[in-house]
Structure formats: structure tokens, C-alpha cells
């Protein structure tokens, strides 16, 4: 077992880098939220790249690539705050398995879908055009009006949605939900790690180059040790996703567990980074004008999103129960 990216792995990751911070970042989220502007880069955009379908079989329309590959790429859109999610597509995938024309137009971008779990707001909602939920058993397609409320962070996309016009794709698909939403586990951990990331990055920048009673900020050990502190969770968090990743596709008994404890950590280690971010910079960090709530924001929806940590700590707990 290598718990390492391969040389396409590492280029694939690049080439993602490379797109999402040219078309999203920061600037585009405040953009959302001051002005309720279109996501970034927006869901054509992300589909020309085969992003939308990278665990899409070739056959279907995708590149057929492993959900690894899907969680090196979410780092990067989370890095940039981008939206649409990875984690829908990551979740429709698995859900549409089989039926060759809504996978294709998944992969191509055609139609937007979003997945939505009971009555709450869903992600990606706000933008969707078709509907994936669990009507008792049975999976359904569906079309449905969207209520946006004003979200602590747009880039998300949330919405709460009135199905209709319901076409039952399969009868009993209570072991394939449970299977999409463990992918969406991997997926939203995967872009927790890029956010969080780059909060470290942005609060290791600034401690290198604020200076105070002159020296640089970063050299006292309330600054350095609070930093580093934020680096081994996100080593950590990295560590989780990629096992998650990894298990998702080769190892379906360690699956669960996996995603359970990457979901839960993430949701703690970006709220972490994000108010270390926000302390670093003093009272900047606090200010409208200043990226840092950006991060924030998006810590503080993601907790919630697809359960909080503690229902997943207790996941992790049970599982671990049930194979002692």
C-alpha cells in the first residue's frame, strides 16, 4: 500500500492548480457574496476540463479516473473557493451509475444536477436544474423550484428545493445512497484540506513579512507555534482523505470508516485553520476588507454540510466498535 501520489496523480493536481486559481479565488467568492454574482468557474468551465467526470467511465462521456484522482483535484477547488462543488458531481456520479445519458450529461455539463438529502438546504441547489434524491427507497430524478436564503458563504450554493415531476431511476437504492454519500464525505474533506491549506499558506506569508518591535511576526512563538499547530492538522487531514480516497475504490470494508473520520476532521481542522488565519493577522483579520472570513465562512457551513462532526465521530466510533 503507497500512501503517495503517482507522477500523473502529482500532474493532475498541477494542471487543476493551474485552472482554479486563474478562474476562482477569493476575489470571486466576495463577488458572490457582495453582489450575488455566478459561481466560479462555473459548471462549463469545470466540465471542459473533464473534472465533472473524472469518475464517470469513459464509456459514459468521463475519463474514468479513481476517486483519488477526484480527491487531488477537489484540494485545488478548494484552495480557490470555487464553485460549483466537486462534491455533487463526486456524489452523482455513484448515484447515476448506469444510465448512460444522465452520466454524460454530468460529465459534459449539460445539465446541472444537485443532490438533495431530506428537507434541508442542499448543495449547489441554488444553480441545479435536476434533482437527486431518496423518495423512501427508491432513487429518484426529478425537477423542483429552489428557495436561496442568504448563506453565510454563496459559494456554495445552498438552497432548499420543492421536488416535482419525480422519474424513479432505481427501486431499492438505500446501499448505493450510502455509497454516493460516502464519496461526498471524501469530496468535501478533499476541498477542506485545499481551503485549509491555503489559509496556513496565506497566515505563513503574512508572519514572514509583518514586522512588530522589529521583527517579523512570525519568528514569535505565539505566531510560529499556532501555525504550526495548523500544519500537522492539515498533514493529518491530508493523510485521512487520501486513505479515504483510496479505500473508496479498492477497499470497500475500510471505506466507511475512512470517510467518516476524514469528514470529521475536516470539518474541525478548516475551522481551526480559518480562526488561526484570523488571529494571525490581528485586527486586519477581522475586517470586512480582509479575505480571512472568506475561509471562515466557508468552515463554518461545511461543518454542518452532510452531517456535523459528531454524528461522524460517532460513526467512526461504532465502526470501530463493530470490528473490535
Known amino acids: 500500500m503507497n500512501f503517495d501520489l503517482d ?11 493551474k485552472f482554479f486559481s486563474k478562474n476562482a479565488s ?18 462549463k468551465a469545470i466540465a471542459e476540463l ?26 485545488q477547488a478548494g484552495r480557490a473557493l470555487a464553485s460549483p462543488s466537486m462534491i455533487t458531481s463526486a456524489r ?9 445519458e444522465h452520466l454524460a450529461a454530468l460529465a459534459d455539463g449539460s445539465v446541472a444536477y444537485a443532490v438533495v438529502d431530506g428537507n434541508g438546504p442542499a448543495i449547489d441547489a441554488a444553480t441545479a436544474t435536476k434533482f437527486l434524491a431518496l423518495d423512501g427507497k427508491s432513487l429518484v430524478l426529478a425537477s423542483g423550484t429552489v ?41 468535501i474533506a ?18 514572514n513579512m509583518r514586522e ?13 507555534h499556532a501555525l504550526v499547530d495548523v500544519y500537522v492538522d492539515v498533514e493529518q487531514l491530508r493523510s485521512l482523505v487520501w486513505w479515504a480516497a483510496w479505500a473508496f475504490d ?4 475500510e471505506a466507511p470508516l475512512a470517510a467518516h473520520a476524514a469528514k470529521a476532521r475536516a470539518a474541525e481542522i478548516l475551522e481551526h485553520a480559518s480562526e488561526t488565519l484570523i488571529q494571525v493577522h490581528g485586527g486586519i483579520g477581522f475586517t470586512w476588507e480582509h479575505d480571512a472570513h472568506l475561509y471562515w465562512r466557508r468552515a463554518k457551513v461545511d461543518r454542518l454540510l452532510l452531517g456535523d462532526a459528531n454524528s461522524h465521530f460517532t460513526a467512526v466510533a461504532e465502526l470501530s466498535l463493530a470490528t473490535a
Open 92 to 100: 452523482a456520479a455513484v448515484l447515476l451509475a448506469g444510465h448512460s
Open 7 to 17: 507522477e500523473g496523480q502529482r500532474e493532475f493536481a498541477g494542471m487543476a492548480e
Open 147 to 187: 428557495a436561496s436564503g442568504e448563506p453565510i458563504d454563496p459559494t456554495r450554493g445552498l438552497a432548499t428545493v420543492t421536488l416535482t415531476d419525480k422519474e424513479v431511476l432505481v427501486e431499492d437504492a438505500t446501499e448505493l445512497w450510502a455509497r454516493a454519500r460516502l464519496a461526498g464525505f471524501i469530496a
Open 50 to 75: 473533464g473534472f465533472l467526470g473524472i469518475t464517470v467511465p469513459e464509456s459514459e462521456g468521463g475519463i474514468g479516473q479513481s476517486m483519488l484522482d477526484l480527491a487531488v483535484v477537489a484540494e
Open 212 to 224: 512588530a518591535f522589529g521583527r517579523k511576526i512570525g519568528s514569535y512563538q505565539a505566531i510560529k
Open 250 to 253: 479498492h477497499s470497500p470494508d
Open 26 to 43: 477569493p476575489a470571486h467568492a466576495r463577488d458572490q457574496l457582495d453582489s450575488g454574482a455566478a459561481p466560479a468557474p462555473g459548471l
Open 190 to 207: 478533499a476541498e477542506d484540506l485545499g481551503t485549509a491549506q491555503k489559509a496556513l499558506d496565506v497566515g505563513v506569508e503574512y508572519g
